[in-house]
Each structure stands twice: as structure tokens, then as C-alpha cells.
């Protein structure tokens, strides 16, 4: 049986707005107890933030909340139902694995949902066994934290904790437990579950709670729930344009994992791109590359025109007017996407102001990259302190050309070279998670309990913009015998 632990000590604070939804929502159950729970890695500046006390969480009696066999005062685990569409196909989906804990009221009044992911099964597991391999919850804990340093909105990881015991994917792997940090775990999928098997009052009150509890801003007015859509809009388009940005590459970005807050969700075959190009696959299940690098954004506004068409019977009573409503609303997604990417691809030339020309000089250098398998990171980091890098590319007429069209661009603007080089240094990474490094991380700590490499690269990984001189080892490339790279869901 679970226990339900006092939480002054540790600084648990919980409300658990989502539990007063109606019940159609949610399952309410306990996390599965596990037989030897151990903290394998704490986010301690987390810890700080949320108002917890790390140096408490670490004791016996953190491990076993993080664990799943002890629920802190205060909370109430329920496990989430949804629906989505994956790879296209609509599907009924839920909580397979994990369960919101309840929601941690920091000191400042910031509202984060607390949910252990690996937990156990639960009635939406399907064929599912509900836990979790330690590799991709590292994985997660790595990527979700590097996101963050990134200043791209996500999820974040507060603790990765070891069960004790074994799961069986296509070989024996130790087990572990994910306690994912969240806005809230809103999902497209959220409302594409209310609107096939709810009720519109089911859909309406899902979607005041939405507004409460992300957009409070938006006034009860003409209509609220068109303001809803389109501020979700705003946020995707500029989340997405930062992903695009760092070449990051999420890799199954099913309406299950976009979220209504605008955070970056599931971290499953998700990658970085190291040599540019669009059509950038890393997934192993993503046999047409629908999730491409370059799809991101197409796959990005079919996602919110699903959650258009859930919100269609909140838009207008009249059905036609409705999805003239929507249709307007999706078509601004393009737009600002491109003025979210063309802003950020500025930020990294060191442009300043706007040009006819700019979005030709762009596309051009990514023509460049593309042609001569340049590394997209580096690239940027070269033009930043003007080195040259030690690829093709550097070495071509073509590049030469663009390089002098580049410069006249930036000797037009009245900021002085100072400022554009500071420009180009605040958006150009000196590191990302390079895949083979994440790699190395997680053969360290799964295969010979090691975290020393997994802690080099977060320490490294937590000041992205620092030019530190430990960075370096950590912008090379991997070695042309790695071969290709391949994701895995994390099943």
C-alpha cells in the first residue's frame, strides 16, 4: 500500500486544479511501489525553484516519492486521458505510464504540474507494462535541460530515479522513473478527447480551465475561445521557429505532444542536426519522414488545425462560420512563423533592422550548408568569431560570395561591429547535445553506473553561450564512422 507522507520538510506544496475537472478527464489512482528505489540524478537548482528542499529530496524518503511508494500530503495522482493523432492516424491514447502527481505551488505563485513518468500501468496503458528504461529517461533528463539553457519553453526533469528492477523491451533494462516538471500537460490530444467523447459542455470546460490557467489575460469577450486558438497559434509558431533555430529535431511530433502552454513535450527519438539538411530524420520509426527537420513547421500548423476543429462548436453556433473563423485564425501561423525564424536567423548573421533582401542572403548560406554537408551549429559558430571552420564549404567560391554579399550587408546597418558580433554571440550556441556525447553519456551510467560523463555534459550543456574553454572538446564532431544515427521512442 502507498503511503501518504507529511511534506513540510520537503516543501510540497500542492493544488490539484486538474482533479476538479470532471471525472471524464482523468482516472484517479496511485503510482505502482517499486522494490529498491534510488535518486540516480537531482536537478537541485529545480529543486530550488519549485520551493523544494533538494537536501531533503535526497533522503531516503525523496527516492521513494520519485519512486512512486510514497505520495507526498497533499497530492492526489490521477492518470490523464487524451487522445491524438500519431503519424496522422486519430487514436484513443491516456496516460500510459505515468501519473500527475498533483501541481507544486512555487513561492513566487507559479503553478507546475508534478508527474511521474514510468510509474506503473494504468486503465489507458493498452498492451503497455507502464514503466520506464533508465537509458531514455536520462535521455530526457539530458535533452529537456539543454532545451532550457537554450531559452527554448519545455519541460524540464526535476529527478531520474532507479527501481530496482528490470523491464523487457527487446532485452533486459534497468527500470527508472522520470519526474517530468510541466506548465501543465495540456495536449492537443486533451481536446481532441473532449470533442469525440465528451460533451460540448465536456469541450467548454475544458477550455475555461485552459484559459485560466495559461491565458488569463483574455477577458471573457466576443469570443474567448477564438482568442484561445489563436493565442495557442502565437505560441507554437514561435516555439517551433526555435527549434528550427538550434536545429533541434523532435521527431514524433504527434497532437498528443503539442501542448496548449507552448512547451516542448516528450523527448522520445527526439535529436539535434549536426550536418544541415531539411529532410533530417533520426527516428526509427519514421520511415517517411513526416517529423523531418524541415517539416516541423507544415507538421506544426496541421497539428493546430486539428485543435481548430475540436474548438469549432465554441467558435460560432453556425458550423460554417465557425471554420471560416478558424481557417483565418490557421492561416496566420505561416506568418509569424517566418517572422519568429526570420528575426532569430537575423539574431545569428548579427543583422540588425530589415531588408527586402534578407530572406534570399539566408536561405542562400542554408543552400550553401546543405550542398556542402556543413555542420549547422558550427557554421554559426565560425561566422560568430569570424574563423574560418575546417569544412568544404569554407573553402568554396560560392561561400566567398556570400561571405562579401553578408558583410555589405552588415557595414549598411548603424550598429557597430561590436554590437553584431555581441548580437551573434548571444544567439549562436558554443554546444549543443551532440548525439554521440549524449550517447557516451548514457552507455556510461546504464552499462557501469557511471554519471560522471552524463554530469560533464550537463554542466557544460548549462551555459551553452559561454565560449568556455571545457566547451570546445564538446563542439567537435563525431568521427564518419559513427554511420548513420537513429532514434528510439523509449518505449
Not at 217 to 236: D, K, M, T, W
Amino acid at each position: 500500500m502507498i503511503k501518504h507522507e507529511a511534506s513540510i520538510k520537503a516543501g510540497w506544496n500542492f493544488d490539484n486544479s486538474y482533479a476538479g475537472l470532471p471525472k471524464f478527464f482523468f482516472t484517479r489512482m496511485e503510482p505502482s511501489p517499486v522494490s529498491a528505489p534510488k535518486i540516480a540524478v537531482l536537478n537541485e537548482p529545480l529543486a530550488a525553484a519549485l520551493g523544494l528542499d533538494a537536501k531533503a529530496l535526497q533522503q531516503e524518503d525523496g527516492a521513494a516519492v520519485f519512486g512512486g511508494n510514497r505520495v507526498p500530503e497533499g497530492a492526489q495522482p490521477l492518470a490523464q486521458a487524451y487522445a491524438g493523432h500519431q503519424f496522422g492516424h486519430f487514436t484513443m491514447l491516456g496516460d500510459g505510464r505515468a501519473l500527475l502527481i498533483g501541481e507544486q505551488m512555487t513561492p513566487s505563485g507559479e503553478r507546475f504540474d508534478i508527474q511521474l513518468k514510468g510509474s506503473g500501468r494504468t486503465p489507458y496503458s493498452r498492451r503497455g507494462d507502464g514503466r520506464a528504461a533508465l537509458g531514455p529517461m536520462l535521455r530526457e533528463y539530458i535533452i529537456s535541460e539543454a532545451m532550457h539553457a537554450l531559452g527554448v519553453p519545455t519541460t524540464r526533469s526535476l529527478a531520474v530515479t532507479t527501481t530496482g528492477e528490470n523491464v523487457i523491451r527487446e532485452s533486459e533494462l534497468p527500470g527508472a522513473v522520470l519526474t517530468r516538471i510541466a506548465a501543465s500537460h495540456i495536449r492537443v490530444g486533451t481536446f481532441e478527447y473532449a470533442a469525440h467523447w465528451g460533451t460540448e459542455d465536456d469541450l467548454r470546460t475544458l477550455a475555461d480551465y485552459t484559459l485560466q490557467r495559461h491565458y488569463p489575460e483574455i477577458e471573457a469577450g466576443e469570443n474567448r475561445y477564438l482568442s484561445l486558438l489563436q493565442a495557442v497559434i502565437r505560441q507554437q509558431a514561435e516555439l517551433i521557429a526555435k527549434w528550427q533555430l538550434v536545429g533541434f529535431i523532435h521527431g514524433v511530433m504527434n497532437t498528443d505532444n503539442m501542448t496548449l502552454s507552448g512547451e516542448t513535450i516528450d523527448y522520445g527519438p527526439c535529436a539535434f542536426m549536426d550536418v544541415y539538411n531539411p529532410g533530417t530524420v533520426f527516428s526509427s520509426i519514421d520511415l517517411h519522414g513526416r517529423y523531418a527537420y524541415g517539416n516541423q513547421p507544415y507538421i506544426g500548423a496541421w497539428n493546430l488545425t486539428v485543435l481548430a476543429e475540436t474548438l469549432l462548436p465554441l467558435l460560432h453556433d453556425d458550423r460554417e462560420d465557425a471554420i471560416e473563423m478558424a481557417e483565418e485564425a490557421i492561416a496566420q501561423f505561416n506568418g509569424l512563423f517566418s517572422a519568429h525564424w526570420l528575426k532569430g536567423m537575423r539574431a545569428k548573421l548579427g543583422i540588425f533592422g530589415e531588408e527586402p533582401e534578407d530572406e534570399s542572403l539566408i536561405k542562400n548560406l542554408l543552400m550553401l550548408m546543405e550542398k556542402y554537408r556543413a555542420d549547422y551549429t558550427n557554421t554559426f559558430l565560425a561566422l560568430t568569431f569570424d574563423k574560418r571552420e575546417d569544412s568544404v564549404l569554407f573553402g568554396t567560391e560560392e561561400f566567398a560570395s556570400w561571405k562579401e554579399q553578408w558583410q555589405g550587408r552588415r557595414s549598411r546597418q548603424s550598429e557597430s561591429s561590436e554590437a553584431s558580433y555581441q548580437l551573434m554571440r548571444r544567439s549562436n550556441p558554443a554546444v549543443i547535445p551532440r548525439n554521440y556525447r549524449v550517447e557516451e553519456a548514457l552507455e556510461a551510467a546504464v552499462q557501469r553506473d557511471d554519471y560522471s560523463v552524463m554530469n560533464r555534459l550537463l554542466s557544460v550543456l548549462s551555459r551553452p553561450f559561454d565560449y568556455s574553454p571545457d566547451q570546445a572538446e564538446y563542439a567537435k564532431l563525431p568521427a564518419e564512422a559513427c554511420g548513420p544515427y537513429r532514434t528510439f521512442c523509449g518505449t
